[in-house]
């Protein structure tokens, strides 16, 4: 497994993950040159598995630190630690940069993988209400803020 940051040479490898994705692929290239944010990406055997987006300008509800978005992996590579290594490299590049809080949304269902692989590493729910953080397809995502502390060694 290798992690690394994306670069343009990846973006046909993303747009085969996350179609309709290319919006996204531009910002955070971008983001990224300019010092925003990381867009890390894992591969494995030479193929793009699965990516995430540090943002280290946070988040309307909690600007003062990073904030992870839209971690994800392809369904068929799913549960293997993937998504774990990318949140691990996250909180590692953030204390790395003198974060000692890392945020990120989460589906408010504690039944959901994401959630649970959440909590498993630590992320408490900030106790706020539920809001709807975007409309993707013409459905609502529901999440909460979740939120960790980040202890050096």
Known sequence: MNIRNATEKDT??????????DEHIAYRLTAQTNGKGEF??????DEVVSFVFLKYTGKSTY???????DLFTKVDKRRKGYAQALLLECEKRAMQRGFQTIGLAASPDPADPGHQLYRKLG???????????????????????????????
Do not use: T
């Open 63 to 69: 600007p003062d630190y990073p904030d992870i978005e």
């Open 40 to 45: 890390l990406i894992v591969e494995e055997a």
């Open 123 to 153: 992320y408490q729910h900030d106790g706020k209400e539920s809001y709807v953080d975007g409309v993707y397809d013409g459905v609502e995502d529901w999440v909460i803020d979740m939120e960790k502390v980040l202890i050096d060694g």
């Open 12 to 21: 046909s490898s993303l747009r085969q993950m996350r179609p309709n994705f």
